[in-house]
């Protein structure tokens, strides 16, 4: 693809719901990358893949939160039990080992 | 760990005027600092990025300035246009670890026609 892909663009689930959020990076990229970013705030740092394998999960927040990248490709963010401190946007970003990342779109989860 | 402040957290400037965002960060060992910009509804996009070897980097309007001794760097649009009107970040992080990147939390600059 041309770019970063994520679905959905936008989710709305009550609190208690599970979620998965999805990224589909730029064809070829070894590494990807999961940000949380709240309002007026920096993107965070959640966890990297390089190609399957899970290379750094040190931001996720607790253990609600897991993510996977089966076949070195498309990812998945999942958060359990969601709770509405778990509403902000999520992005995705691919790169090349060691070299700039591209984001995608986001996706906007709010928890009622 | 890391730790980047950025200011301002608005700016509006008049079509034509320069503006200056300001980082500062707090780990030595950083040593890679790129600057994104994010219009409404899109993820951050690189705009340009300075290496802790060099002072300064210019690409046609933007420029990117880094005082390694004291911790700081500036990004510098002159000549602004009403299209530079998004939400600029400015990051830190180390080239020799895993290369994630420790984000200020955001400008965003408003540019008046």
């Known amino acids: 693809g041309a770019g970063v892909s994520q679905s959905p663009r936008y989710k709305v689930t009550k609190r208690g719901q599970d979620v998965a959020l999805r990224c589909d990076p730029i064809s070829g990229h070894v590494s990807l990358y999961w940000y949380r970013q709240a309002l007026g705030q920096g993107p965070e740092f959640l966890t990297y893949?390089?190609?399957?394998?899970?290379?750094?999960k040190s931001g996720l927040p607790n253990d609600r939160f897991s993510a996977e990248r089966p076949e070195g490709s498309i990812s998945t963010l999942t958060i359990q039990r969601t709770e509405q401190r778990d509403s902000a946007m999520y992005r995705c970003?691919?790169?090349?080992?060691?070299?700039?990342?591209?984001f995608g779109p986001g996706t906007r989860l709010t928890v009622l | 760990g890391e730790n980047v402040e950025q200011h301002p957290s608005t700016l509006s400037v008049q079509e034509g005027d320069s503006a200056v965002i300001k980082c500062t960060y707090s780990d030595s060992a950083s040593n890679y600092f790129p600057w994104y910009k994010q219009e409404l509804g899109k993820g951050p996009q690189l705009i340009i990025d300075?290496?802790?070897?060099?002072g300064e980097k210019k690409d046609q309007r933007i420029a990117v300035t880094l005082n390694k001794t004291a911790k700081h760097f500036s990004l510098h649009i002159t000549e602004t246009q009403p299209e530079d009107s998004a939400v600029y970040f400015c990051a830190a992080l180390s080239s020799g670890g895993s290369y994630i990147p420790t984000f200020g939390r955001g400008t965003s600059l408003i540019v008046h026609p």
């Open positions: 893949f390089n190609y399957e394998a899970q290379q750094d």
């Open positions: 970003a691919s790169s090349q080992p060691l070299n700039e990342q591209f």
């Open positions: 300075i290496r802790s070897n060099v």
